[in-house]
């Protein structure tokens, strides 16, 4: 399992699942050893994963020999974006979909070479699905967000 998507599921649970925040706030608050054992280990963990994150803020995803499409599960937390590589040539036709449960993870696309947006994926688009012919060779950036809470998310990519 990749440690972005780890420190992201974390992440996850720590901002949205009540349960675990009342019970890191138990520990906190506690008076036994052993509550502020587990804090410290907690904690420790938590600071270790989020450096690690922020040296690695993006994923190049690779396709298997023969394959055509990559899909890729992971989480991202409120307000954070997670930033995907994909090679492809001009004139490949690509198509990106995302999934989530509660439907609230989106993505735009930039075109790495000239750095603009694609048609259709721009900054101010939140977009679950693009499908179209590429205009260049080289890298394109998938910009992963989520539009309310965290969100876990399946992305697909499909390149032709």
Not at 61 to 83: P, Q
């Amino acid at each position: 399992m990749p440690l972005f998507y780890l420190v992201n599921k974390i992440k996850f649970i720590i901002l949205h699942d009540s349960k675990n925040f009342i019970l890191f706030k138990m520990l906190k608050e506690g008076k036994s050893a052993s509550g502020r054992k587990i804090l410290y280990l907690f904690s420790a963990v938590i600071i270790i994963a989020l450096v690690a994150q922020n040296t690695s803020s993006q994923e190049r995803i690779k396709f298997g020999k023969g394959e055509s499409s990559a899909t890729v599960e992971s989480a991202v937390a409120r307000g954070e974006t997670y930033s995907y590589l994909v090679n492809a040539s001009r004139d490949q036709w690509m198509v990106v979909t995302i999934m989530s449960v509660e439907d609230n993870a989106v993505f735009q696309i930039i075109n790495k070479k000239t750095g603009n947006y694609l048609p259709g994926a721009e900054e101010s688009t939140d977009i679950k699905r693009w499908e179209g012919y590429l205009p260049s060779s080289g890298d394109y950036k998938i910009i992963v967000g989520s539009i309310r809470g965290g969100a876990e998310y399946t992305l697909k990519v499909t390149i032709e």
